[in-house]
């Protein structure tokens, strides 16, 4: 059977009270409370509340008061509050968001409005929680896999080779977490690593790349690649698999995945003790977080602009879209070599770094050779309809 959800309703008028236990009694366990000091008192007690329903205006403390006191407190800041109030003004509900409040319900309450927006809050809630889970989960995973790696480590240190070594292993372990979580894509992280090795050995002589692109880095950068989604082990089944079009919440959810890639990685280095003397694993932190943002700032999770993303993420951003383009998804078809580089060259300077575009153009040819060397199925016709080239367009 399943188990009801706690909703705790504050308000000092006990009609209030009547109208919002009839209308969300039949769906959950509502606990009426008639000040907010009762409210505090219930929760000190041990009281269940996975949602709050609170009244502004109040004798004694007022609603802003609980609001605030309740998100100081480790035990209840994660319960979801959404204000019952006749309080229209917009400084009003700044004030509440400003304390951590959810929603603002306006009073007279239609009980229509309060059942859906309960339902929305409790959901994205529970999502929440389980993401929060399956993080401490994962970075458990990481830290023992670190462990492990970390005393294979230290005992790699009597030459260079050694050294390269214990960076494999490293970025071994993550590469078999983000294969195991996510079995859709197939070969799509070794793809990528070639798309990205080709293009910065292409840009090597380029005047704006050539001082960081040395033979070193541009072998990192291919490591490193395959840890772009490494934080997706993190996401939820239902979201990362859904077939259908992602909700607002969902994507929420579902861009999460750079930050949460980008702080294993960083937890690992920690581990490693590499942060002081300069990390191998800096680009995969990088590509991890930073893959998503868009040359015209309008990306995630910063919002970054131009040469303020890392070159490291610009690069994998077109590997990453081109291959997308050409693979077949649960929820689209391949598009041709063609239509794929047609697409990316129609972004350049606004996702994509024009001059990256212009390498990806050079080598078109090849990154054809590449998807089909790579591909997942041997009888795939992806590049059935590549050309071997294509010729490079004018710029716009």
Not at 24 to 46: C, F, R
Not at 88 to 111: V, Y
Not at 274 to 287: D, H, K, N, P, Q
């Amino acid at each position: 059977m399943k188990q009801r959800s706690h909703i705790l309703v504050v308000d000092d008028q006990p009609d209030n009270l009547l109208v919002m236990e009839d209308a969300l009694a039949v769906e959950y366990d509502v606990h009426p409370a008639t000040s907010g000091e009762e409210a505090m008192m219930y929760l000190a007690a041990g009281g269940r509340a996975d949602l709050i329903l609170l009244d502004v205006v109040m004798p004694g403390l007022d609603g802003f008061e609980v609001c605030r006191l309740l998100k100081a407190s480790d035990s209840t800041c994660y319960i979801p509050i959404m204000f019952l109030t006749g309080l229209d003004r917009p400084e009003d509900e700044e004030m509440g968001f400003s304390l951590g409040a959810e929603d603002f319900i306006h009073k007279p309450i239609s009980p229509p409005v309060v059942r859906a927006r309960v339902r929305t809050h409790l959901a994205l809630s529970r999502a929440t929680r389980a993401l929060q889970r399956r993080n401490a989960d994962l970075e458990l995973l990481v830290a023992e896999r670190t462990a492990e790696i970390s005393e294979q480590s230290r005992r790699l240190v009597s030459s260079k080779q050694e050294v390269i070594a214990a960076q494999a292993a490293t970025i071994t372990a993550f590469c078999a977490l983000a294969e195991a979580r996510d079995n859709e894509t197939g070969n799509h992280i070794r793809r990528t690593q070639h798309y990205v090795r080709l293009l910065a050995e292409t840009l090597r002589q380029h005047p704006r790349f050539r001082e960081q692109l040395s033979e070193e880095v541009i072998q990192l950068l291919f490591k490193s690649a395959p840890l772009h989604d490494v934080g997706k082990v993190a996401t939820p089944d239902a979201i990362l698999l859904k077939r259908g079009k992602l909700t607002a919440e969902e994507w929420v959810i579902m861009r999460q995945h750079c930050e949460y890639g980008r702080n294993a990685i960083l937890q690992a280095e920690l581990a490693l003790g590499t942060v002081e003397t300069g990390s191998f694993l800096r680009y995969a932190a990088e590509i991890a977080y930073s893959h998503h943002e868009r040359w015209d700032g309008s990306g995630y999770p910063q919002g970054l602009a131009g040469d303020d993303i890392p070159l490291s993420a610009r690069l994998m951003a077109v590997a990453d879209v081109y291959d997308a383009l050409i693979s077949r998804r649960v929820y689209k078809p391949p598009f041709s070599h063609e239509d794929a580089v047609r697409m990316i060259c129609e972004e350049r300077g606004l996702h994509f770094d024009p001059d990256i575009v212009e390498a990806m153009l050079r080598q078109a040819g090849e990154f054809a050779r590449i998807a089909r060397d790579f591909r997942d199925e041997p009888e795939d016709d992806l590049l059935r309809r590549a050309a071997p080239s294509v010729p490079v367009p004018p710029k716009s």
